[in-house]
């Protein structure tokens, strides 16, 4: 999700662990990524004042310097959502752990940027609409099998609506169009999604059946529903793991 046309590019004021103060970011935005130091550490604006930005560092600051550039990406913090995603596994900003290792070995080279999904393995997209079909965000526009178990809808990006001029079924890689609309708009088998922005839904589902726990003293003093959120708050060695434990062992999960 693009926020601005050009890049920002600012200077390190500050440095305190995994937070940095950059000067000159007039034009950055909040939870804008940007890429810090001569190295290229990942960040996220999560403060701004006026011309200062607030970076939060996903990456060990050791060695950076007061001076070096803080270059902003004019894009928000994002996940790519597509097939390939079962069966991997991600560090916290959706790297692939598999492939970083592949890149850099076992430790983990400072800057480095792999894509969440491969480009290279090809997957069988079978077409679920056809060429004058009027779609719009949410609609479903094909399917692949990801796994045996599990069949993947590929659907209309939010916000996105067109009639469909060409499909391209058969073997496909996440990045090659799978319909073309008559706007020249090209849609493939991924979505670039905003981390901190949840997605649009129709409605939501209503949570109608309990979540039994096999803890008596929840079930009968607070109860949960199936398919709910719960807060578990408490200060350190309060037993919250041990909760979390006995969930697992006992839930009707």
């Known amino acids: 999700m693009t926020k601005q046309k050009t890049n920002i590019t600012g200077l390190i004021a500050r440095i305190a662990g995994p937070t940095v103060v950059a000067r000159d970011m007039l034009g950055a935005v909040m939870f804008e990524v940007v890429r810090v130091g001569h190295a290229g550490l990942m960040g996220e604006v999560i403060r701004l004042d006026d011309d200062t930005a607030f970076i939060q560092v996903y990456e060990d600051t050791a060695g950076v310097c007061v001076g070096e550039p803080v270059i902003g990406t004019g894009r928000l913090l994002e996940m790519t959502l597509g097939p390939g995603l079962l069966g991997n596994v991600f560090d916290g900003v959706q790297r692939p752990l598999r492939q970083l290792q592949n890149a850099s070995g076992d430790f ?113 003093l607070f109860p949960v529903a199936l398919g709910g959120a719960v807060a578990l708050p408490g200060g350190f060695g309060t037993g919250k793991t041990v909760l979390e434990q006995s969930l697992a062992k006992f839930s009707t999960a």
């Open 108 to 220: 983990v080279d400072r800057g480095i940027s792999v894509p969440a999904l491969s480009s290279e393995q090809r997957w069988t997209f079978e077409p679920q609409v056809k060429v004058g079909d009027t779609v719009g965000g949410g609609d479903v526009l094909g399917q692949v099998a990801e796994t045996q178990a599990f069949v993947h809808k590929i659907m209309c990006p939010p916000k996105q609506q067109g009639v469909v001029a060409e499909v391209f079924a058969g073997e496909k890689t996440v990045a090659d169009v799978v319909v073309r609309l008559e706007d020249g708009t090209e849609l493939t088998m991924t979505q670039q999604w905003p981390a901190k922005i949840a997605r649009p839904v129709q409605k939501k589902v209503g949570c109608t059946e309990a979540f039994v726990t096999g803890q008596r003293v929840l079930d009968c």
